[in-house]
């Protein structure tokens, strides 16, 4: 008895083990979308959790970390010529001292205004990408309101209360990423 009790339980966990390994293996099933005439979609993690936002975001970050280098350095640079104008004013006439002083200033300024538009061009970047984005995620989300059967997607921020089953986000982050990819092709 104990021989066969051996080889059920060598059996059950080879059957066991293999049922497991196919259940890994088995890729996730998007999630489903419930059947409702209202839906909810939380838009800002919708781009956030996308292939698509997380690659806009990486690139605005190192393209921010670049601007932020670029910054420093050049307050190294302004910092070392101010203290350059500093040392030379006790040897310096005042009109001649003056002279400098203000071209100086407008350097600062000019370089000020310039690193402030970079700053802009930046932050108006992550707004045109979010604007693709949804562009582009438009046509899913009106496939995502046809299979439900709804007449509506509402931003789940703006709903006062409601069941967590009518949110579609993660449905459609999947859906997104299957149809856009990171939105570079």
């Known amino acids: 008895m104990r021989r066969f009790t051996r080889i059920f339980l060598t059996l059950l966990a080879t059957v066991l083990a293999g049922s497991f390994v196919a259940a890994q293996e088995q890729p996730k099933p998007a ?16 781009y956030s959790q996308s292939a698509f936002g997380l690659r806009a975001a990486k690139e605005i970050e190192e393209r921010g970390a ?23 004013r006790a040897t310096m006439e005042p009109e001649a001292f003056r002279t400098l002083a203000d071209a100086f200033d407008e350097k600062v300024q000019s370089t000020r205004r310039a690193q402030e538009a970079k ?55 999947a859906r997104i990423d ?6 570079t092709k």
């Open 119 to 173: 700053g802009r061009d930046l932050s108006q970047l992550l707004e045109k990408e979010q604007i693709a984005f949804l562009n582009a995620a438009a046509p899913v989300l009106e496939a995502l309101m046809r299979d439900a059967g709804a007449a509506v997607i509402l931003e789940r921020r703006s709903v006062f209360l409601s069941a967590n089953a009518i949110d579609i986000t993660d449905a459609a982050i």
């Open 31 to 46: 999630p489903k979308v419930v059947q409702s005439p209202i839906l909810t979609v939380d838009t800002d993690r919708l």
């Open 178 to 183: 299957a149809a856009l990819g990171d939105g």
């Open 66 to 88: 670049e601007l932020a280098t670029e910054n420093r350095s050049i307050e190294a640079e302004l910092s070392a010529e101010e203290q350059e104008l500093t040392d030379k």
